[in-house]
């Protein structure tokens, strides 16, 4: 079964408005997770590296203030997408790994912001 | 800064055909790890090999194989009698590694290829 389980699947929101995306491991303890994106028939980019207890580190190009990134505990990380706009639609994924572990994806997020 | 290019942008088989996607990486580092992933229409990742940097014995696991070229930068994956479940779109990905080479997890993905098999 899933060891990153990643809610929800998909998610449809207005214009202006914020959505939180959440990233668990079921049976481990993740002190660092990542999230990417993946705009349609495109590649897979890291946004930020979530660290559990500090703050997240973002990639180049990536706004910090509209993509708030909360690692409050070991198996949880949460990506908010604030103020959405129709160009933040794409695909959202996450993944984690123990420290000796091997590295798991969730099954991501379908945002579509209308 | 690492770059991972997956040159095929479309691949299109028939059933049965055998089929080798390309991999070529870029980095500085001397410890790193190297990856395959399927993606299929769904969207998650399935996750196919890990390679480290040290490893570069080809691997055989079904009818997927793997080569590894250190000296040409490359990791290529085939497929051997290709079926129709086999379409999806492939990614090949690197992630730098720690000092003592056990830690990875920031991955730089290629392009992706999406292979299409025809019945």
């Known amino acids: 079964g899933a060891v990153v389980s990643q809610h929800p699947s998909w998610v449809i929101c207005k214009s202006g408005t914020s959505v939180k995306i959440e990233c668990r491991s079921l049976d481990f303890q993740a002190t660092t997770m990542f999230w990417y994106r993946q705009f349609p028939k495109q590649s897979l980019m890291l946004m930020a590296t979530?660290?559990?207890?500090?703050?997240?580190?973002?990639e180049q190009g990536v706004e910090k203030d509209k993509f708030l990134i909360n690692h409050a505990s070991l198996t949880l990380s949460t990506l908010t997408v604030t103020s959405a706009h129709p160009e933040d639609s794409s695909f959202y994924i996450c993944s984690a790994r123990s420290p000796l572990g091997p590295l798991h994806f969730g099954n991501g997020t379908r945002l579509t912001v209308t | 800064a690492q770059k991972v290019t997956q040159a095929q942008t479309e691949i299109s088989v028939v059933e049965k055909e055998d089929v080798t996607l390309d991999c070529v990486y870029e980095?500085?580092?001397?410890?790193?790890?190297l990856f395959w992933y399927k993606q299929p229409p769904s969207g998650e990742l399935v996750f196919l090999i890990r390679?480290?940097?040290?490893?570069?014995q080809n691997e055989i696991s079904g009818r997927y194989s793997w080569n590894f070229q250190k000296s040409t930068s490359s990791f290529n994956f085939t497929i051997t009698a290709s079926q129709v479940v086999d379409s999806a779109v492939y990614f090949c990905a690197l992630s730098e590694a720690n000092a003592g080479g056990t830690s990875y997890g920031k991955l730089t993905f290629g392009q992706g290829t999406i292979l299409t098999v025809h019945p």
């Open positions: 390679r480290n940097s040290f490893d570069e």
């Open positions: 979530s660290n559990e207890g500090s703050k997240a580190t973002y």
């Open positions: 980095t500085r580092d001397t410890t790193y790890y």
